[in-house]
């Protein structure tokens, strides 16, 4: 079993829906990160969280702790979120310097 | 915000030779630099992390003396593959963190190929 699974694996969408995207994991963490993989292969980091919700934009990150499980939620929907999200937590055991253990993301397309 | 530049950001090359790829952190001190591999529709797999001034650490199975990681400055490492064959055709993506309890920042990646 992977450290950090991701649901749903593909993820099709219509314009203007309310997108859920998944993670849980089964280590102790101090991080979680969100990233999006845009088709060329570039990864941005969206956010990183350790407790509670963040919020950018149409973008909102949440995470429970004792739960072990983070959501990644895109308001709005549009054809330009199309792209790979991945789920990465930073292990607590590797202390801060700790490697990032990744889902194998999520690949969502937006139809317009 | 941060941004790590990553160059080239393709490259293709006949077996044999040895190519550099070049990460560097444009506003912001890099303590720690992480070089991933990816392979097709699978999750990025950490090959090495370097800390400025080190020697780097590699993962179980890299082979450190085929992937040369160098981390001489605070803004800038360099991977390179050496006596490069068609199995190290990949996409190489390298990240960069500012501190312990800093994000990490990714680059956009370098896809090699090797014929």
């Known amino acids: 079993k992977n450290e950090v699974e991701q649901s749903p694996q593909n993820l099709t969408a219509q314009e203007g829906e309310f997108i859920t995207i998944n993670c849980s994991y089964s280590?102790?963490?101090?991080?979680l990160h969100w990233l999006q993989q845009h088709p060329g292969g570039g990864i941005v980091s969206l956010f990183m969280l350790s407790s509670g919700k963040k919020k950018h934009g149409r973008l909102i990150a949440t995470i429970n702790i004792q739960e072990k499980h983070s959501s990644l939620h895109i308001t709005a929907s549009h054809p330009r979120d199309s792209a790979v999200y991945i789920c990465a937590v930073r292990s607590s055991y590797g202390g801060s310097q700790g490697n990032l253990i990744f889902g194998k993301g999520t690949k969502l397309s937006v139809k317009p | 915000g941060a941004v790590v530049s990553q160059h080239p950001s393709r490259v293709i090359c006949k077996s044999g030779t040895s190519v550099k790829i070049e990460c560097r952190s444009l506003d912001f001190q890099a303590t720690t630099m992480f070089w991933y591999r990816q392979f097709p529709k699978k999750s990025l797999m950490l090959m090495a992390t370097?800390?400025?001034?080190?020697?780097?650490?590699?993962e179980q199975g890299v082979e450190k003396d085929k992937f040369l990681i160098n981390h001489a400055s605070l803004t800038l490492s360099t991977l390179t593959v050496t006596s490069a064959h068609p199995e190290d055709s990949s996409f190489y993506i390298c990240?960069?963190?500012?501190?312990?309890?800093?994000?990490?920042?990714f680059g956009d990646g370098t896809r090699l190929s090797i014929l």
């Open positions: 990240s960069a963190k500012g501190g312990s309890n800093q994000p990490q920042h």
């Open positions: 370097s800390n400025e001034g080190s020697k780097a650490t590699y």
């Open positions: 280590v102790g963490i101090s991080a």
